[in-house]
């Protein structure tokens, strides 16, 4: 019998628990634009996690979604998108100007957007650490959980994004030598840009204090039940 009370608990516990909702349609179709990177081209790719050749095979994007620190109460979650040169290839030149943009990333629910972050990296792959400002952002350590190297990005953000494409996203350098410059290196290869993403009514999460009495309550139910079971045994 105790080991039916806690089973129960357990389900009742986890159907309690809060369920976030999917910020983004699943192998939804959005446009990846890019200039001089190291081509120019408009490249319509799939919301899907992985790896996906654009540029005509010159550049590889990869699309990581993690969750953020603070997922549990807000169902925020980082996309990243990874462009590296295919063949150790420059990313760019100095005096090109140089773009990319993320145009109608299918959001799934009203979302905001609340911070951005962008990492560079070299031919190899390797993080570059920024020493300087490209982007006018804090220099910062990666936040998004899990990875690490340094770059620039800025938090605090509340734009709002209805459900449906989303507005174009992304970075540019007008030219590129602005990057360069700021890295030390023309050894550029690849670049990382992290969006912060959450909910505009994330799921409600119960307070330690109401944890405590769901606890209370499904054991009593559970000891309800059990006391029914055995005073209908010893009226058999």
Same mark, same amino acid.
């Given at each position: 019998?105790?080991?039916?009370?806690?089973?129960?608990?357990?389900?009742?516990?986890? *159907?309690?628990?809060? +369920?976030?909702?999917?910020?983004?349609?699943?192998?939804?179709?959005? =446009?990846?634009?890019?200039?001089? $990177?190291?081509?120019?081209?408009?490249?319509?790719?799939?919301?899907?996690?992985?790896?996906?050749?654009? #540029?005509?095979? #010159?550049?590889?994007?990869?699309?990581?979604?993690?969750?953020?620190? #603070?997922?549990?109460?807000?169902?925020?979650?980082?996309?990243?998108? @990874?462009?590296?040169?295919?063949?150790?290839?420059?990313?760019?030149?100095?005096?090109?100007?140089?773009?990319?943009?993320?145009?109608?990333?299918?959001?799934?629910?009203?979302?905001?957007?609340?911070?951005?972050?962008?990492?560079?990296? #070299?031919?190899?792959? +390797?993080?570059?650490?920024?020493?300087?400002?490209?982007?006018?952002?804090? *220099?910062?350590?990666?936040?998004?959980?899990?990875?690490?190297?340094?770059?620039?990005?800025?938090?605090? /953000?509340?734009?709002?994004?209805?459900?449906?494409?989303?507005?174009?996203?992304?970075?540019? +350098?007008?030219? /590129?030598?602005?990057?360069? =410059?700021?890295?030390?290196?023309?050894?550029?290869?690849?670049?990382?840009?992290?969006?912060?993403?959450?909910? @505009?009514?994330? $799921?409600?999460?119960?307070?330690?204090?109401?944890?405590?009495?769901?606890?209370?309550?499904?054991?009593?139910?559970?000891?309800?039940?059990?006391?029914?079971?055995?005073?209908?045994?010893?009226?058999?």
């Amino acid at each position: 019998m105790q080991t039916k009370l806690i089973l129960t608990t357990a389900v009742l516990l986890g *159907l309690a628990a809060p +369920a976030h909702a999917q910020l983004f349609t699943a192998d939804g179709t959005y =446009n990846f634009n890019i200039q001089n $990177s190291p081509g120019t081209s408009n490249n319509v790719v799939t919301f899907t996690p992985g790896t996906q050749l654009i #540029d005509g095979g #010159d550049v590889a994007l990869t699309l990581t979604i993690v969750n953020a620190a #603070d997922f549990a109460t807000t169902g925020a979650q980082w996309v990243v998108l @990874q462009t590296q040169t295919v063949g150790g290839i420059p990313l760019s030149q100095p005096g090109e100007n140089w773009s990319f943009s993320a145009v109608g990333l299918p959001a799934a629910i009203p979302i905001n957007f609340i911070a951005d972050y962008s990492q560079w990296t #070299d031919t190899s792959g +390797a993080n570059i650490p920024q020493t300087n400002h490209i982007f006018n952002q804090p *220099l910062i350590s990666n936040p998004v959980p899990g990875m690490t190297g340094t770059g620039e990005g800025t938090s605090g /953000f509340a734009a709002a994004i209805p459900a449906g494409p989303a507005f174009p996203l992304g970075g540019f +350098a007008d030219p /590129f030598s602005i990057v360069t =410059n700021a890295l030390g290196t023309l050894n550029v290869g690849g670049e990382i840009e992290a969006l912060e993403f959450a909910p @505009q009514s994330p $799921s409600a999460v119960p307070e330690p204090g109401t944890w405590a009495m769901m606890l209370i309550g499904f054991a009593g139910l559970g000891f309800a039940a059990f006391k029914s079971r055995k005073e209908r045994a010893s009226m058999a």
